[in-house]
């Protein structure tokens, strides 16, 4: 299904497609990670990217957590996708400290009404920061949700989680997943990019674990 409809004009293959990048990009970034395995626990999807001077945020498709490197990743399933807008938000935020990116979610979701779900989200980086890095961020009571925000932007501080990294900063390192690899032109611009996965890269990777996915990541690449 996705193979035809792919097609079509308005379809927007990455939002169907994301789903099988995101089971397995523990193995798609196996070689990268070079001996440190991760799990779904250390990626967090739709990871917000603060917006200079406001509460508002971009996206980055996944951040992934591990002991030396954050790495934000983007998925493009077209190559008229990889644009010059989305990349200069990501070369901002690896730019940015660690300890910043994280401290900013707390203020963001303060400004949000989607409380609830940038509750979660806190609660998933609590759960990365002590698993990947032995941090514990302590969870402090409350009664009310801006009360809950309040709590988590002290606790989550950059001061705060400095010290409590020893002062260790963890690298950001860039990477895009795309069908095949930019031309010199697309490139542009673009020297922050740390890492491009190329569909052929993942096909070698996946070809033993799910043959019907990777015919059809093979099937998208010519027309991409």
Known sequence: MLDKWRELPSYQLE??????????LPEIMKKELKGESITHENIIPEFPLRISGSKLSNKADYAVFCKETLYLIELKTDMDSFNDEQSEYL??????????????IPDIGGNS???KKYQYLVECLRNVLA?????????KPYKYM???????????????LKEKFGGKDIQRKVTYILPKKPTVKQMEGKEHIDLIITFDEIVRCLEKHDK??????????PNS
Do not use: H
């Open 212 to 221: 019907r996915f990777c015919e059809s990541l093979e099937r998208w690449i």
């Open 146 to 160: 801006t009360e809950y925000f309040r709590i988590q932007k002290e606790e989550f501080s950059t001061s705060a």
């Open 131 to 139: 698993t990947v890095y032995g941090v514990a961020v302590e969870n």
């Open 113 to 115: 009404n989607k409380g």
């Open 15 to 24: 939002r169907r497609a994301d789903i099988f990048f995101a089971y397995y």
């Open 91 to 104: 070369k901002m935020a690896k730019g940015k400290p660690f300890f910043e990116l994280v401290s900013d």
